[in-house]
């Protein structure tokens, strides 16, 4: 299996990923910038998040983002840096 990245599109993409993370976690500050053909930075500030380690932050903005990190023309290759904090 060959994994395809789609380097077309990655302001398009970044916006997609935001409202994914916007559904899951309302009222979060999302930030999500593309680096190149398939690697993004995501920064994400919630309420959500209070009372959970890293790990735990991390799992919920890659359950939301999950769908766009899958499969042989998954638009995502890479998150090179995610932030994670509480307001």
Excluded: C, W
């Amino acid at each position: 299996m060959t994994l395809k990245i789609l380097s077309a599109g990655g302001d398009e993409v970044a916006g997609d990923m935001r409202q994914a993370i916007e559904e899951l976690l309302p009222g979060a500050q999302v930030q999500v910038n593309p680096q190149g053909a398939g690697h993004f930075v995501v920064r994400v500030v919630s309420e959500a998040f209070e009372g959970k380690g890293p790990v735990q932050r991390q799992q919920l903005v890659y359950g939301a983002i999950a769908r766009f990190m899958s499969g042989d023309t998954a638009p995502v290759h890479a998150i090179d840096r995610m932030e994670t904090q509480t307001p």
